[in-house]
């Protein structure tokens, strides 16, 4: 997700911006101003009770801007991103969207603030105000709008500069120079931005073919725990040596081993657009644990899929494996493979079915061959991406 918060005082060109900003990036444009004044046309009890507040140019209650707001993010819950334009507008509403952004499983990206001065704002208003219909568009009601901008609006500014999400732009300059300037900026953020994708499916699915070439496809670092673990293996080294015995009887191997293995994998991982992980979340512990680790990262899980493949087809394709250089510890005897696979049903299907609470899990068709397999996730990450490179 990419979203972003257009501030400014009225006047600034937010509405202006946004126009452009959401068909480029494909957001879903919030206009609280906009919601508000819906509410009031069509007079439902939230527009009565904000009526009189608009039309003198004072804010309305955070109460009111709560409920507007929630209502239309959690219709919109599958958007790519938002992009918030007058919103938010007090100290309360800042800690508000960061609440709603954790219900969405995501974070604000930015805040841009278009600066214009006051006058500037009053000589657009009124100019506007001679088309808009708008009936706070009048001298009076500007300066008041003016005012309340400066004593509540303004000071919500430190709580991003704080959080380093703050980013500024000379509103007074053509409305083609300050897209321009706004371009720049979510582009840089794009650029920092990582694309962490979670594949799971059962033993046999193509995870892990598709992982790597999916890796390679996007610029992303494979973060595989079972290869990570192999290599200990092959090493020999003590960890090896426990490793092999839990694989051997079709056990997963304990956090306390893997957990260090991945967070030396994503501080050694430098300049990556993102991580795919495979193998891992294996256990509601697992998920946990890597909600922590991304969060240091500021990043999150973007997209999660579930490679689905028949049971017979998971066995014939291991037992196959099991005949060739690529034969896994457990592939040796259909006895392992059966007590592997119960361990995914046991284990790692009710991590995919919390997953489904709170992201998108997206199905994959796991039986056609390879290539077309990837080419429907590649599809699909690309749909997910639009805005990403
Ligand atoms: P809202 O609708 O958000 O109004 P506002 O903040 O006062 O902002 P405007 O819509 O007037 O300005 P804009 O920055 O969008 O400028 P625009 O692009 O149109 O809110 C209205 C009311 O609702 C509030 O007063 C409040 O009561 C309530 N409310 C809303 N949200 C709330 C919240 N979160 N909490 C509490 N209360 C809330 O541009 C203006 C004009 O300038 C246009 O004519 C445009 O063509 C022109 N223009 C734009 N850019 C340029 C440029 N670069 N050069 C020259 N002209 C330009
Ligand atoms: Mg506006």
Avoid: W
Avoid at 99 to 112: E, Q, R, T
Avoid at 210 to 235: P, R, S
Avoid at 285 to 294: E, K
Avoid at 348 to 355: L, S
Wanted: with cysteine; glycine share 8%; hydrophobic share 35%.
């Amino acid at each position: 997700m990419l979203n972003i918060a257009l501030f400014g005082p009225p006047g600034a060109g937010k509405g202006t911006q946004s126009e452009f900003l959401t068909k480029k990036y494909n957001l879903f444009y919030i206009s609280t101003g906009e919601l508000l004044r819906k509410e009031l046309a069509a007079g439902t009890k939230l527009g009565i009770q904000a009526k009189n507040i608009i039309a003198e140019g004072g804010l309305v209650s955070d109460e009111i801007i709560v409920q507007i707001i929630e209502k239309t993010i959690k219709s919109n819950s599958d958007a790519n991103g938002f992009l918030f334009d007058g919103f938010p507008r007090t100290y309360i509403q800042a800690y508000i969207l960061d609440g709603l952004m954790i219900k969405l499983n995501s974070n604000l990206d930015c805040l841009i603030s278009i600066e214009v001065p006051e006058e500037e704002s009053v000589r657009r208003l009124l100019q506007r105000g001679k088309t808009s219909g708008r009936t706070d568009d009048n001298e009076t009601v500007i300066r008041n709008r003016l005012k309340e901008y400066k004593e509540k609006t303004l000071p919500v500014l430190e709580y991003y500069k704080e959080r380093g999400l703050f980013y500024a732009v000379n509103g007074m300059q053509s409305i083609e120079k300050v897209t321009e300037n706004i371009e720049k900026i979510i582009n840089e953020i794009l650029n920092k931005k990582l694309l962490n994708i979670v594949m799971f499916g059962h033993p046999g699915s193509g995870r892990g073919s598709l992982g790597k070439a999916l890796a390679e496809k996007y610029d992303l670092e494979f973060v595989a725990t079972g290869e990570m673990l192999d290599e200990e293996i092959k090493q020999n080294t003590e960890i090896g040596k426990q490793i092999k015995h839990l694989y051997e009887n079709g056990q997963l191997v304990p956090d306390e081993i893997v957990i260090p293995l991945i967070e030396k994998k994503l501080q050694n991982s430098k300049n990556v657009r993102g991580f795919i992980f495979k193998g891992f979340p294996r256990t509601l512990v697992q998920s946990y644990i890597l909600d922590g680790l991304l969060k240091k990262y500021d990043s999150y899980i973007a997209k999660i899929f579930d490679i689905k493949v028949d049971t017979l087809e998971l066995i014939r394709r291991l037992d196959k494996r099991g005949k060739t250089d690529a034969a896994m510890p457990y592939d040796s005897s259909t006895e392992k493979i059966v007590k592997r696979l119960q361990e995914h049903e046991d284990k790692t299907i009710p991590v995919i079915e919390k997953y489904k609470e709170t992201h998108d899990v997206t199905e994959i068709d796991g039986m056609p061959p390879f290539e077309e397999v990837l080419k429907n996730i590649s599809e699909e990450i690309e749909n997910s991406f639009k805005n990403l490179k």
